[in-house]
């Protein structure tokens, strides 16, 4: 079964709305966690990594303000893409490093597909 | 610049072939090597790990590692038409749990 759940799996909003997406570890802790984004036959492109209570940490290129990323407990990371726009359109991915040892997993949620009207 | 290189493919393959799948990376800190396979419209998926020099094999796939040439490569016997994806090299340093992919490879498995 899925380790990385993440939550809508789909959503349409109109243009200049905020959408908040979640990604749950479900059976371990993930200190950090990272929000990808993937373009139609692009590859994963690596946003920001968030981390349990501190600030995320940004990719060159992401707007901090635009996409607000909150850690706030072990095993839930939130992105919220405020003021949405046509060119945000995109599918989210989160993902999680469950730990083992000196070694780590890496776990992808089931993605979130944003289209903005 | 940390890179994670993969010819994109697409390759085609007979089914009940063998399919090779070649990546390399430029980062000689790295430690750990995962190929994901992403079908379409859907997330990745792990397919294998491998953290040491040699072959590792899981069911119908190997995985290689030569850190010397700094090249990994997956191996699927007995290619199935399911085996239709795009397949993501990945590849960390285990310092900071980031993890830098290749753009994939698309692998057509012909009926």
């Known amino acids: 079964g899925a380790v990385v759940s993440q939550h809508p799996s789909r959503v349409i909003c109109k243009s200049g709305t905020s959408v908040k997406i979640e990604c749950r570890s479900l059976?371990?802790?993930?200190?950090?966690m990272f929000w990808y984004r993937q373009f139609p036959k692009q590859s994963l492109m690596l946003m920001a990594t968030?981390?349990?209570?501190?600030?995320?940490?940004?990719e060159q290129g992401v707007e901090k303000d635009k996409f607000l990323i909150n850690h706030a407990s072990l095993t839930l990371s939130t992105l919220t893409v405020t003021s949405a726009h046509p060119e945000d359109s995109s599918f989210y991915i989160c993902s999680a490093n469950r730990r083992r040892g000196t070694t780590g997993e890496l776990f992808f949620g089931e993605g979130s597909r944003l289209t903005v009207l | 610049q940390k890179e994670v290189e993969q010819n994109s493919g697409p390759l085609s393959v007979p089914e009940g072939a063998i399919a090779s799948l070649n990546c390399t990376y430029s980062?000689?800190?790295?430690?750990?090597f995962f190929w994901y396979r992403q079908y379409s419209g859907k997330s990745p998926e792990l397919i294998m790990f491998i953290y040491s020099n040699g072959d590792k094999e899981d069911g119908r796939f190997t995985a290689q590692l030569n850190k010397a040439s700094q090249y990994v490569s997956l191996l699927i016997r007995d290619s199935q038409p399911s085996d239709s994806a795009t397949y993501l090299c990945?590849?960390?340093?285990?310092?900071?749990?980031?993890?830098?992919f290749g753009k994939g490879t698309r692998l057509h498995i012909l009926p």
């Open positions: 968030s981390n349990e209570g501190s600030k995320a940490t940004y």
């Open positions: 980062d000689r800190g790295s430690q750990s």
């Open positions: 990945a590849v960390t340093n285990n310092r900071d749990d980031k993890i830098i």
């Open positions: 059976d371990f802790q993930a200190t950090t």
